[in-house]
C-alpha cells in the first residue's frame, strides 16, 4: 500500500473517529432494557421500531382441534416481522392467547396436544421469520374469562412450556404475560425454560379505582383510597414468587377505565378528551396517577399520562428490572407521546445506531477513487451558493491528495474514469451529458445529488431520470428555507452510520414528491422529515403527509439528499457526516 492510500483512508477514518469516540463514552453497545410492545392485529396503524426492541404480536390462538396455532391476521403479522429489515435489533413475537381466548385447558391436557402444539409453534416461527413465543393464557385454573379450566392447568402449563422450548430450540424467545397477583403458574419450575415475565400490571381497578396505580402507599404511610393493588405490588408478587428482577418487565396501560356513565370502560389514550362539564383533572399524590373526579372527589376515569408513565419508567430503572412493556401501541396519540417517552427513558437513542452499525472495515483495502463534481450558475441564486460551498467542502477532504475531485462547470465530460458524480444543483440538460449520464449509471456508475438536482416536474422532459431517482415528480415545497426535524431511517445501512436517530437539519428548502417516494420497493429511504415539523413553512407550507429526504434506488448506485439550498447546508456536523458517509459508500460500494 502507498502512502497516498493510507492518507486517503485515514483522512476518511478520521472523520468517522469523531463521532465514534464521542459515542465511545456512551454506556454498552447492548441495550440497557428492553420496550415490549404489544402490537394487535386490528389497527393499521404500522409501529415505529425505533421505539422498541420488541414486539409481541397479539394474538395467535390455540386451534379448534387443540392441536395448533391459528393467527389472527397473517397478513398483518408479515408486514410487522419485515419491519425488521430496517431494525435488525427489533425481536417479534407471536402472543398467544389474550383475555378470553380459550382451549389452552384441553390443549395441554394430554401430552398428544402438548407435543403437537408445540411443534406448531415452532411452525409460526419458522414460517413467519419469528423470534420467539409469548404465552397469554388467562389464566390457568381460572374460567374468570369464560373460557375452560381445570386443577390440574398449573401442572400442565409447566409441561406444555417444557414441551414449546425444545420444539423451538434454545436460542428464540419464550416468553409469557402474567397478572399482577402472580398466581396460577409455577415460576420455579417454569422459569428455567423462560426469557422472561411480562408483568400485566394494569386492569388492576376500575372506577371509583384507579386502572393502574404505582404505588398504593407513601413513604408515611398514607393510601390512596383510590387503589388496592398496585404496580409496585404486582412487581414485589412476582419477585416472592422466586423470579429475579431481572427477568421482570413492568407492563403500563395506554389506555384508561371510564365510569361506564360519563366514559366508557376502555378510553384509550389517543381519545381521551379533557374532562366533562362538572368534572376536574387531578393528580393521586400517593398512587402517582392522574384521574378524572367529580365535585365530589369520586374517580370517574383513571388512566395513564406522559407524567405517570415516565414515573412508572424510573421506577424500572430504579428497581433494576428487565424493563418496560405496553398493551398496546395503537392506543397511543398520533404524536406517539407514551410510546415516545417510554423509548426515550428506557432504550437510549444511541441503542438504535449503535446497534445497526455494520463492522467497519478499516483493512485498507479500500482503492483511491476519483470524483467529478458537475454544477452550475445558470440556476436559483441559493443553489448556486451551496454549489460553490459543495465545492470547497469536497475539495477539504481530499486533503493528502487521497483522492481525487474534478469540477465541471455545465458541461458532463467523459465520466468513465469516474468512481462517483457530484451534482449539487442541477442535473445534465442537454441531450448529449443526458445520454452520457444514462450510460455511465447503467453501467455502474455513482451519483451523489442533492437539493435542485434532483428536481423534476412535466417540464424537465426526462423519463429515465424521473425513474432514476424512483419515479415521482416535485409535488410541493416549503418555504422560506428553516431548519427541520430530520428522523433517519435505515440504521444498518453504511450511509447513516454513526448518525443519531434525529437530528436538527440547518435550513434549506424541502421538497415533497408525488407519488409518495415509499411506494417504490426498490427504494430505501434513509431519512425523512419528522412529522413535530409540520405544519412547516411560513409562505409555502406543509401540513403533513410522508416526507423523505435522503434515499437510495437500489437499482442504482445513488444517494438523493434533498437538503442543499443556501449557505447553511454544511454548518452541522451531524449533517456533514451524513453526506461523507454517503460519498465514501458510493466510492467503496462496487457491486
Ligand atoms: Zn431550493
Known amino acids: 500500500m502507498n502512502k497516498t492510500i493510507i492518507g486517503a483512508v485515514a483522512a476518511l477514518t478520521m472523520l468517522s473517529m469523531l463521532s465514534i469516540t464521542a459515542q465511545a463514552q456512551r454506556p454498552a453497545r447492548k441495550p440497557a432494557r428492553i420496550v415490549v410492545a404489544y402490537v394487535t392485529s386490528n389497527p393499521t396503524v404500522m409501529p415505529d421500531p425505533s421505539r422498541m426492541t420488541h414486539i409481541n404480536y397479539a394474538f395467535g390462538h390455540v386451534n379448534d382441534t387443540f392441536n395448533?396455532?391459528?393467527?389472527?391476521?397473517?397478513?398483518r403479522?408479515?408486514?410487522?416481522?419485515?419491519?425488521?429489515?430496517?431494525?435488525?435489533?427489533?425481536?417479534?413475537c407471536l402472543s398467544i392467547g389474550g383475555w378470553g381466548s380459550g382451549r389452552f385447558s384441553e390443549m395441554a391436557a394430554t401430552e398428544e396436544n402438548r407435543k403437537a402444539f408445540a411443534r406448531d409453534c415452532a411452525r409460526v416461527v419458522t414460517e413467519f421469520d419469528l423470534d420467539g413465543i409469548d404465552m397469554d393464557w388467562e389464566y390457568p385454573t381460572s374460567s374468570a374469562a369464560g373460557i375452560s379450566s381445570s386443577p390440574d392447568d398449573t401442572k400442565n402449563f409447566t409441561l406444555l412450556i417444557?414441551?414449546?422450548?425444545?420444539?423451538?430450540?434454545?436460542?428464540?424467545?419464550?416468553?409469557?404475560?402474567?397478572?399482577?397477583?402472580?398466581?396460577?403458574?409455577?415460576?420455579?419450575?417454569?422459569?428455567?425454560?423462560?426469557?422472561?415475565?411480562n408483568v400485566m400490571a394494569y386492569d388492576m381497578g376500575r372506577p371509583p379505582r384507579h386502572n393502574a396505580a404505582l404505588y398504593r402507599q407513601d413513604e408515611a404511610?398514607?393510601?390512596?383510597?383510590?387503589?388496592?393493588?398496585?404496580?409496585?405490588?404486582?412487581?414485589?408478587?412476582?419477585?416472592?414468587?422466586?423470579?429475579?428482577?431481572?427477568?421482570?418487565t413492568l407492563g403500563m396501560p395506554l389506555y384508561g377505565h371510564g365510569d361506564k356513565k360519563n366514559y366508557p370502560d376502555y378510553v384509550d389514550f389517543k381519545d381521551m378528551a379533557a374532562p366533562k362539564e362538572g368534572l376536574s383533572e387531578h393528580w393521586d399524590e400517593i398512587a402517582r396517577v392522574p384521574y378524572y373526579a367529580d365535585s365530589e372527589g369520586n374517580l370517574m376515569l383513571g388512566y395513564d399520562n406522559v407524567r405517570s408513565i415516565t414515573e412508572k419508567c424510573q421506577y424500572i430503572k430504579d428497581k433494576g428490572l428487565l424493563g418496560g412493556m405496553y398493551w398496546e401501541y395503537s392506543c397511543d396519540n398520533p404524536e406517539g407521546d407514551l410510546t415516545r417517552v417510554i423509548a426515550a427513558e428506557l432504550i437510549p437513542k444511541r441503542f438504535v445506531s449503535a446497534q445497526a452499525v455494520p463492522k467497519a472495515s478499516y483493512a485498507g483495502k479500500e482503492k483511491r477513487f476519483k470524483a467529478l463534481l458537475y454544477y452550475s450558475d445558470k440556476v436559483e441564486e441559493a443553489h448556486a451558493q451551496f454549489a460553490h460551498q459543495a465545492i470547497d467542502f469536497f475539495k477539504k477532504l481530499t486533503v493528502g491528495d487521497g483522492w481525487t475531485l474534478d469540477v465541471s462547470k455545465d458541461k458532463l465530460p467523459d465520466l468513465t474514469s469516474y468512481d462517483v458524480v457530484i451534482m449539487p444543483d442541477v442535473m445534465p440538460w442537454n441531450a448529449a451529458d443526458r445520454t452520457r449520464f444514462e450510460e455511465y449509471m447503467e453501467n455502474g456508475g455513482g451519483w451523489l445529488g442533492f437539493h435542485g438536482a434532483g428536481y423534476n416536474d412535466a417540464s424537465t422532459g426526462w423519463d429515465w431520470f424521473k425513474n432514476f431517482l424512483g419515479g415521482f415528480s416535485f409535488l410541493c415545497n416549503t418555504w422560506p428555507p428553516q431548519p427541520a426535524l430530520v428522523e433517519?431511517?435505515?440504521?444498518?445501512?453504511?450511509?447513516?452510520?454513526?448518525?443519531?436517530?434525529?437530528?436538527?437539519?440547518?435550513?434549506?428548502?424541502?421538497?415533497?414528491?408525488q407519488p409518495d417516494p415509499r411506494s417504490n420497493p426498490d427504494l430505501r429511504i434513509l431519512a425523512s422529515l419528522a412529522r413535530e415539523n409540520f405544519p412547516m413553512g411560513l409562505k409555502d407550507i406543509v401540513f403533513g403527509g410522508d416526507f423523505p429526504v435522503v434515499?437510495?434506488?437500489t437499482k442504482y448506485r445513488m444517494v438523493y439528499i434533498n437538503m442543499g439550498h443556501g449557505d447553511e447546508t454544511f454548518t452541522d456536523a451531524t449533517q456533514n457526516l451524513l453526506f461523507i458517509n454517503a460519498l465514501r459508500w458510493l466510492a467503496f460500494h462496487k457491486p
Do not use: C
Not at 68 to 75: A, D, L, T
Not at 221 to 248: C, M, V, Y
Open 68 to 75: 395448533g396455532v391459528r393467527i389472527s391476521n397473517e397478513s
Open 77 to 92: 403479522l408479515h408486514s410487522i416481522t419485515a419491519l425488521k429489515k430496517d431494525a435488525p435489533w427489533l425481536k417479534v
Open 221 to 248: 404511610g398514607n393510601t390512596s383510597p383510590f387503589t388496592r393493588g398496585s404496580a409496585d405490588r404486582a412487581i414485589q408478587n412476582h419477585l416472592d414468587a422466586g423470579i429475579p428482577k431481572e427477568k421482570l
Open 551 to 553: 434515499w437510495t434506488n
Open 488 to 513: 433517519v431511517e435505515g440504521f444498518d445501512h453504511p450511509v447513516t452510520k454513526n448518525l443519531p436517530a434525529r437530528y436538527v437539519a440547518p435550513a434549506s428548502e424541502f421538497y415533497q414528491w
Open 162 to 197: 417444557k414441551e414449546i422450548r425444545a420444539a423451538i430450540g434454545p436460542r428464540k424467545l419464550l416468553t409469557m404475560a402474567s397478572p399482577s397477583n402472580a398466581r396460577f403458574v409455577d415460576f420455579p419450575e417454569v422459569l428455567p425454560y423462560m426469557d422472561f415475565i
